[in-house]
């Protein structure tokens, strides 16, 4: 009966939409003409009902969508594979795993071989993911709103979720999404913002989150919650929150045996602690480990991991540059941290610019468990109106922080309850990347963009595919050219971040919110001098050969050059150019990229899209263009004020 509701749920929400919305994501290939026959070898009849629930989706998925007649699917528990899988074909094609989410993930790799058009000769190969945690983090809030969401409201509607009262569609939504992560390898999702609400560890909210992890688990897909340090103090239990503290030691291991009860594979928790407002240890003049390890020891007995953030600022070492506050807090506690506590840093060590160096913290913990946090939502880069994918970014990332040296690494969403999940039908790839790099980081951003561009717009067709596929690869580029190129940064206007106020300054405000504390511009020239012969001393934060490179100026990477330097507006770079020069070239360059985009968008790409699509994202390239020229004309005019040299 349920499963019956469900088809007609899924069945009526893609009559009453458009065909092609966007709604079915990368995942609505063509169905198949005769059903493919799909044998499932290895599950006998005492296999786990879990087992068995994974499997039958795993069989759908290939029914549904896989044009070659026949399939095998092969649990063979000794094959060794963890959540990987093995695939053979074309004729018979045999997907072989030794876990049932493996054959899930291997179904889902049979599928985009087909539907990316790969070669169609014989293939034999086998698959792992390079990060054991592949995650994705909601900043979502009880009351539904989504903090930096640029795709609608909350896609959990927490007024629904209690048993048996979810409506079908939005049981359909929630299976497409779990789905689309699935077909990516993302195999963990923190529902709640960091900036969490004690209220979602209260016994109502955790019967809700029950409700969606039973939903998310036959999909491989682990929940995680966001905890607020000061729960038990907030919902009335204890007068403190001090992490020494017994009956506070008591109350957490309380709160995890009530977990773990409804929820046996819960993942764990997820803390922003003493940051931007946020209550935790220090508010006891306890340390993070202090504080981490309480939690760590309340969930160690089920297996439950804490993952600790380590973006915090304005605290212990407020008088820092910003980017530095990271390691002063948090290197010294290195060793210090239970084994199921993860570390989690952001790419860079201030916020989610369009660039930055990356966060020499994860060079500092060797002893750590470290994860990586990314950010899929764009906050930064132009928000859910730009068009920027940022697997160039991420690749950027990983080419210094070596995978290999981290747990896994989690993606900040970007997904709402708008029609298209994303807002922007290229912000569906950022996602999309996201999962395949965190699946596997040696695939280069090319790639996937064409993998994606393949699945999504339904076509092989190298007019479209290769002219697109360079406009995604070279966004995220111009993105930083025409807001703060050469490694300026957080120029945004206040609170929202979407446009620019390099001026942007408030007494009110703590300085490293302000423009103007990270520009620095003068009459001399500008830029954050981080070097340790004059500066900050950031870059002795960095091990080697980073540090030295940075710290010179001749050895500095011009695109992160006035990151870590003061520069004289007549400094020679390496075109020829001058300085200021350089920055005038550098925003125009940005702005004409735009314009390429637009143009070729509008004269050349009509035939591949979608009509509705193909409008959406003509009139977003006009804002992005619009945006763009604000950014330069902002940007110029007010730092001309300090280099009194014409803009060329
Ligand atoms: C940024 C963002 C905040 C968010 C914070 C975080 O500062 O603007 O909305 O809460 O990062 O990552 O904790």
């Known amino acids: 009966m349920k499963r019956a509701g469900l088809l007609f749920g899924l069945l009526a929400w893609t009559l009453w939409s458009r065909a092609d919305d966007g709604r079915l994501l990368w995942l609505g290939g063509t169905a198949p003409d005769s059903p493919c026959r799909v044998k499932v070898r290895g599950i006998g009849p005492t296999a786990p009902h879990a087992t068995e629930t994974t499997v039958a989706l795993a069989r759908e998925a290939l029914a549904d969508g896989y044009r070659g007649s026949d399939v095998t699917l092969v649990l063979d528990t000794a094959a060794r594979l963890g959540d990987g899988f093995r695939l053979q074909g074309p004729r018979p094609a045999t ?113 809700k989150v029950q409700v969606v992890a039973d939903l998310l688990r036959p999909y491989g897909i682990r929940v995680y919650l966001s905890v607020n340090f000061a729960s038990p103090m907030a919902l009335g239990d ?111 060590p201030l916020d989610f610019q369009p660039r930055e160096p990356y966060a020499p913290i ?27 994918y940022l697997a160039p970014m991420w690749k950027e ?90 490694g300026l940064h957080h120029l945004f206007k206040f609170d929202h971040h979407y446009g620019p106020e390099p001026g942007g300054f408030k007494a009110s405000y703590p300085r490293e919110w302000c423009p103007v504390y990270y520009h620095r511009a003068d009459s001399a020239g500008i830029g954050f001098d981080r070097t340790v012969a004059t500066g900050s001393g950031a870059t002795a934060q960095y091990r080697e050969p980073y540090a030295t490179q940075y710290e010179r100026l001749e050895t500095c990477p011009e695109q992160l050059l006035l990151w870590f330097h003061h520069v004289p507006w007549d400094y020679r770079m390496q075109s020829g150019n001058t300085l200021w020069q350089e920055l005038c070239c550098k925003y125009r360059l940005g702005v004409s990229m735009v314009e390429v985009y637009r143009d070729f968008w509008r004269s050349s790409t009509r035939p591949y899209v979608d009509a509705e699509c193909w409008q959406q994202v003509d009139g977003l390239l006009q804002v992005q263009l619009n945006d763009a020229r604000e950014w330069r004309e902002t940007c110029l005019d007010y730092f001309q004020t300090f280099s009194h040299q014409p803009i060329e």
């Open 95 to 207: 997907v072989t795993a030794s876990s049932a989410v493996g054959l899930l993930y291997g179904a889902y790799a049979l599928l985009r071989r087909q539907n990316t058009q790969a070669e169609t000769g014989p293939y034999d190969c086998m698959e792992r993911p390079a990060l054991t945690l592949r995650m994705l983090d909601h900043w979502d809030n009880p009351d539904g709103s989504v903090e930096r969401g640029y795709a609608g409201r909350s896609i959990w509607k927490w007024e629904q979720m209690a048993a048996g009262r979810m409506s079908d569609s939005l049981r359909a939504r929630l299976c497409l999404y779990a789905q689309a992560n699935a077909s990516v390898g993302i195999n963990a999702v923190v529902l709640n913002n960091v900036n969490a609400s004690p209220k979602m560890l209260s016994r109502i909210y955790l019967d």
């Open 238 to 348: 204890t007068r403190t929150a001090d992490p020494q503290n017994a009956r506070v030691r008591r109350w957490w291991q309380r709160k995890a045996a009530e977990i773990y009860a409804l929820m046996p594979d819960f993942g764990g928790f997820l803390v922003k602690a003493n940051s931007e407002g946020q209550p935790g240890p220090g508010d006891y003049h306890r340390t993070h480990a202090e504080g981490a390890n309480m939690l760590a020891d309340a969930l160690a007995p089920y297996g439950g991991k804490v993952v600790w953030r380590s973006f915090v600022y304005g605290a212990g070492h407020r008088h820092e540059d910003r980017v530095k506050q990271a390691v002063s807090e948090f290197a010294g506690l290195d060793g210090l941290f239970r084994d199921n506590v993860m570390l989690q840093s952001k790419n860079g």
């Open 362 to 388: 994860f060079d500092r913990m060797e002893r750590t468990s470290q994860l990586a946090e990314l950010q899929i939502t764009q906050e930064y880069l132009g928000q859910s109106r730009h068009l920027v």
């Open 397 to 486: 990332f990983f080419e210094q922080v070596k995978p290999s040296r981290l747990k896994g690494v989690a993606g900040v969403a970007n997904v709402g309850d708008t029609a298209n999940w994303c807002g922007h039908p290229f912000s569906q790839a950022n996602w999309y990347a996201f999962g395949r790099l965190a699946w596997n980081p040696e695939l280069s951003a090319e790639a996937i963009a064409d993998e994606w561009l393949r699945q999504t717009f339904h076509t092989a067709d190298a007019r479209f595919l290769a002219p697109v596929g360079m406009m995604m690869m070279t966004s995220r580029e111009a993105c930083v050219n025409y807001m703060m190129p050469l």
